[in-house]
């Protein structure tokens, strides 16, 4: 997937940190991460998935629960929408650069599609704004997955919200939803979202939140993940990339979400005093 044309480059500052900057290194980890993975049984097409974004000695093992689907998939387009955990002005945000690179190579960045994108969010008063030499980690953490994972070349639709609220989650999915329906039948897409879920709680009440998330994902109910977040009983720091996600999906016929993985950080440092949750999920549809 290397393309030696591409020189304008998104300079990777959680490569050697988040995840191995030796690409042998860090293709064996996921690999190991993905022999580990059961192999899940779906119907239909598979559309979507929601994937953690922490560390991968963290979330990696849940990652790749849902990341295994992708075996023998193919897709000439991958949008990855996450969270942005940087401050910017400007609502919706996507890379000003060409290319993401990792350890494992580059990946193009699919402009025309973003200006398409773009220009359908206009009529609900948004914009994707691009940004240079961004430090966020959360869409970056998927890439080397995505990488692994897919054999044939694809391009990439990146999206980092900044407002989560539920008009801009709506207004997003609606320009997606065009978008896809707009391309040649020759194109496939995947939506994947960037989220972690509970922050920073101790196990039993990090617990009793996520599976009160969980719950709401596996009934696609985006009017309850709302509620949870807004009365504290559940959190997902990419609330709006779920739902953006999930709206998409049930936009474009009958949705199946299966909930792949679920653990917190205590499965890797033992500490249960304080820990985050993570859960993984794909979207498949069915005819």
Request: glycine content about 8%; charged content about 20%.
């Amino acid at each position: 997937m290397q393309d030696n044309t591409v020189f304008d480059r998104r300079p990777s500052p959680i490569a050697g940190s988040w995840y191995p900057g030796n690409a042998l290194k860090l293709r064996t980890m996921i690999e190991g991460f993905l022999g580990k993975a059961p192999t899940l049984r779906f119907e239909g097409r598979l559309q979507g998935l929601i994937v953690p974004h922490a560390g991968y000695m963290y979330s990696g093992q849940t990652a790749a629960c849902a990341f295994k689907a992708l075996e023998g998939e193919k897709f000439s387009k991958v949008v990855v929408i996450s969270p942005s955990h940087q401050a910017f002005r400007a609502p919706l945000l996507t890379s000003g650069h060409a290319a993401y690179t990792t350890p494992l190579g580059d990946l193009p960045i699919d402009r025309e599609s973003l200006n398409t994108i773009d220009g359908l969010l206009q009529g609900d008063g948004l914009a994707l704004t691009p940004v240079r030499n961004d430090r966020e980690h959360s869409l970056e953490i998927e890439l080397p997955f995505l990488q692994a994972s897919l054999k044939e070349p694809f391009t990439l639709v990146p999206i980092m919200m900044m407002d989560q609220r539920q008009s801009v989650e709506k207004a997003l999915s609606q320009a997606l939803t065009s978008w896809m329906k707009g391309l040649p039948s020759t194109e496939n897409v995947l939506l994947v979202a960037s989220s972690d879920q509970s922050h920073f709680h101790p196990q039993g009440q990090a617990e009793m939140m996520d599976q009160a998330v969980i719950k709401a994902l596996e009934a696609q109910d985006t009017d309850v993940l709302y509620r949870l977040d807004a009365e504290g009983k559940g959190e997902a720091c990419g609330l709006g990339p779920m739902v953006t996600v999930i709206l998409t999906c049930q936009a474009l016929g009958k949705t199946e979400l299966q909930i792949c993985d679920h653990r917190t950080s205590a499965a890797a440092t033992g500490d249960e005093s304080s820990v985050v949750g993570y859960t993984s999920a794909i979207l498949t549809l069915n005819p």
